[in-house]
């Protein structure tokens, strides 16, 4: 069952109504049923479900999925001990720190979840574990960039000027990356490298990452920063195809490919603090970072899988090697809120000439 929410309460009314129902069939028939994992998903549907289906069709345990763009920590604190929610998922690791930090969590220990997700992608002590990876990485014009190699240090270089293009500043996806450039190089480098950057605008900050391949697509700029998987929702789109143009207008660079290597991100998930079904809530976790669901997240995604059993999709790997930033990811918790504090301090999302 998947809740789509348009708003946070119309969500709350279909779940009081649909969980117990659910609840209901599950113990009318315990004899021969293997009950059911309920989930709060910041993932849109369509990716996790083939993934659910793959797992109910296993182990005939049912999956209720709300899911959310936003409030679910929020219900999740509100619903305290009674909430219906046995995993959280979601994408950044300063959401999965932020879910933990707010004592939504609880710590699992479990062999199979530390065999198969390397420790750099999971939280120390058990409160998340990531189940994709992604990269932040430049996109450059194929026809204007000749090069092809890149830093981020270098996205400051005066070169760029007017030639650069990016979302905002204070989307979670430049925060967790400018969170890296603070535990790398210090605050004062970051802030200073932030002023660069701004300075090198083609305009003010706006749209998603893949508005920025659109603009160096009409020539409004030369480079831009977005993340790997949309270089694949863009050269596949069959619902917007002029998007495949897009796409066809850049070329990823790694960053930092030669020194530490480029940011990368996970999407993960957690169990929730009061999970009701925690036995089949592991399974479903020891699911999803198993070969066999590993392998469908890096088709339909087009994420690299967390499990180093296994290969990301053709079109990922056509992109070149991906060599990860090795940092910590619980650097990008600790450093995000000086992040997006250095953006408001720089005016970054001003644009260049203010
Ligand atoms: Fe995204």
């Given at each position: 069952m998947i809740v789509t929410l348009g708003a946070h309460r119309a969500a709350r009314a279909v779940v009081r109504l649909a969980l117990p129902l659910a609840l209901l069939t599950a113990g009318v028939t315990a004899a021969g049923a293997q009950g059911e994992v309920n989930i709060y998903s910041y993932r849109e549907p369509q990716l996790i479900d083939p993934l659910l289906k793959a797992f109910t069709d296993k182990t005939g345990i049912k999956t209720n999925v709300v899911y959310a763009s936003a409030g679910l920590n929020e219900r999740l604190a509100a619903?305290?001990?009674?909430?219906?929610?046995?995993?959280?998922?979601?994408v950044d690791a300063g959401r999965l720190s932020?879910?933990?930090?707010a004592?939504?969590?609880?710590?699992?220990?479990?062999?199979?979840?530390?065999?198969?997700?390397?420790?750099?992608?999971?939280?120390?002590?058990?409160?998340w574990f990531g189940l994709t990876?992604?990269?932040?990485?430049?996109?450059?014009?194929?026809?204007?960039?000749?090069?092809?190699?890149?830093?981020?240090e270098e996205l400051a270089d005066p070169k760029w000027k007017g030639k650069l293009c990016i979302r905002s500043g204070q989307h979670v996806y430049n925060t967790s990356l400018i969170a890296t450039i603070i535990a790398h190089k210090g605050e004062p480098f970051a802030e200073a490298w932030l002023k660069g950057v701004k300075a090198n605008l083609a305009h003010k900050p706006a749209g998603g990452d893949r508005e920025q391949a659109r603009d160096i697509y009409s020539g409004k700029c030369d480079i831009a920063l977005g993340n790997t998987y949309y270089m694949a929702l863009m050269a596949t789109n069959e619902k917007n195809p002029e998007q495949k143009a897009w796409a066809k207008a850049i070329k990823p660079l790694f960053?930092?490919?030669?020194?530490?290597?480029?940011?990368?991100?996970?999407?993960?998930?957690?169990?929730?603090?009061?999970?009701p079904n925690k036995a089949n809530a592991l399974k479903l976790m020891e699911f999803l970072a198993s070969e066999d669901a590993?392998?469908?997240?890096?088709?339909?995604?087009?994420?690299?899988?967390?499990?180093?059993?296994?290969?990301?999709a053709e079109i990922v790997k056509s992109w070149g090697t991906l060599k990860p930033d090795p940092l910590p990811l619980e650097n990008i918790a600790k450093y995000r809120k000086k992040a997006s504090e250095l953006v408001d301090k720089v005016n970054f999302d001003a644009g260049p000439s203010s």
């Open positions: 619903e305290g001990q009674n909430s219906p929610a046995d995993l959280l998922f979601t932020e879910a933990k930090d004592g939504l969590t609880q710590p699992i220990d479990d062999a199979v979840l530390k065999g198969t997700i390397p420790a750099q992608y999971r939280d120390p002590a058990g409160h990876m992604r990269s932040r990485v430049v996109y450059a014009s194929r026809e204007r960039v000749a090069q092809d190699a890149i830093t981020y960053p930092n490919a030669d020194d530490r290597g480029s940011h990368i991100n996970i999407s993960g998930m957690a169990m929730a603090k009061h999970a590993q392998k469908i997240y890096a088709l339909a995604n087009n994420e690299y899988p967390v499990n180093p059993n296994v290969e990301p």
